[in-house]
T-cell receptor, first 112, second 112 residues
Framework: KAGVTQTPRYLIKTRGQQVTLSCSPI?????VSWYQQTPGQGLQFLFEYFSETQRNKGNFPGRFSGRQFSNSRSEMNVSTLELGDSALYLCASRDGGTGELFFGEGSRLTVL | QQPVQSPQAVILREGEDAVINCSSSKALYSVHWYRQKHGEAPIFLMI?????EQKGHDKISASFNEKKQQSSLYLTASQLSYSGTYFC?????????????FGKGTRLSVIA
């Protein structure tokens, strides 16, 4: 079974630009969550999608948005990038039976 | 609300034991434990549910005190491969509908 795939793995943007990150969950998983990871802050919850609907949302500004498609693939978008948005963005799909999260390797965003 | 993990970091010699604690100010339904090695995705270790039994496999086990909203991860006879950052993730409601909120992590280093 293929794991969670995130693209791109690395990207560099400048302040004010926007970025779109993509996540393909494990086949059969309908729940996809996004987390922001920065040194010293751990994993900060962004949002969760289930069957194309946003089910939960973390405490991030409206510049952070996401969506999920009918094949469960998900994208997140960050508009008007700020220096503080530099982070590793992790996507995780959830096994509906066990509740276990399977994480992708992440997209590392650097904002200059 | 983000759970609090302690200690923030610990250094062990091979064969020594360690305990990592995770506490929340909110009533919990589930606690997940993950380990992340440098440059890799977090990997699931175990999940503990309210009313469930203490979990464990091999030399890693965990407990969940529902009344105190606390969980502890026990690593016995540590091995070099145990090095990494350990995260607890807490869920307030049934596992299918609650986002996991993670602590800031505990960095564990095992040395020979």
């Amino acid at each position: 079974k293929a794991g969670v795939t995130q693209t791109p793995r690395y990207l560099i943007k400048t302040r004010g630009q926007q970025v779109t990150l993509s996540c393909s969950p494990i086949s059969g998983h309908r729940s996809v969550s996004w987390y922001q990871q920065t040194p010293g802050q751990g994993l900060q919850f962004l949002f969760e999608y289930f069957s194309e609907t946003q089910r939960n949302k973390g405490n991030f500004p409206g510049r952070f948005s996401g969506r999920q498609f009918s094949n469960s693939r998900s994208e997140m978008n960050v508009s008007t990038l700020e220096l503080g948005d530099s982070a590793l963005y992790l996507c995780a799909s959830r096994d509906g039976g066990t509740g276990e999260l399977f994480f992708g390797e992440g997209s590392r965003l650097t904002v200059l | 609300q983000q759970p609090v993990q302690s200690p923030q970091a610990v250094i062990l010699r091979e064969g020594e034991d360690a305990v990592i604690n995770c506490s929340s100010s909110k009533a919990l339904y589930s606690v997940h434990w993950y380990r992340q090695k440098h440059g890799e995705a977090p990997i699931f270790l175990m999940i503990l549910l309210k009313g469930g039994e203490q979990k464990g496999h091999d030399k890693i086990s965990a407990s969940f005190n529902e009344k105190k909203q606390q969980s502890s991860l026990y690593l016995t006879a540590s091995q070099l491969s145990y090095s990494g950052t350990y995260f607890c993730g807490t869920g307030q409601f049934t596992s299918g509908n609650t986002p996991l909120v993670f602590g800031k992590g505990t960095r564990l280093s095992v040395i020979a």
